[in-house]
């Protein structure tokens, strides 16, 4: 599977942003997925997770109640709606397909998308 993500940019605090994570392939549709960020000098951290059906979500506590996670499998797409961001959010965003519980990350890592929040 390959991801894509797009609709990062520069953003002043408060404002909003949305991202896609396009995919190719037939497999979307049975992967959980997860929203991850890269801030510099930062390990990747998983911030946001939804069920291959979109029944579930699970959020980290910085983003928890700001960013809301979603999917389209007719469209094999995935989105992060980031509300209310902080500086703190800056980082480089990427998504993946992961194992539910256990965390694991599947090796199909695009090349991210930039999000830039000013104070």
């Known amino acids: 599977m390959q991801l894509v993500e797009s609709g990062g940019g520069l953003v002043q605090a408060g404002g909003s942003l949305r991202l896609s994570c396009a995919a190719s392939?037939?497999?979307?549709?049975?992967?959980?997925m997860g929203w991850y960020r890269q801030a510099p000098g930062k390990q990747r951290e998983l911030i946001a997770a939804?069920?291959?059906?979109?029944?579930?979500?699970n959020y980290a506590d910085s983003v928890q109640g700001r960013f809301t996670i979603s999917r389209d499998n007719s469209k094999n797409t995935m989105y992060l709606q980031m509300n209310n961001l902080k500086p703190e959010d800056t980082a480089v965003y990427y998504c993946n397909a992961l194992d539910w519980g256990s965390w694991y990350e599947y090796p199909y890592w695009g090349q991210g998308t930039q999000v830039t929040v000013s104070s």
């Open positions: 392939g037939s497999t979307f549709k049975i992967e959980h």
């Open positions: 939804i069920t291959k059906g979109g029944g579930t979500t």
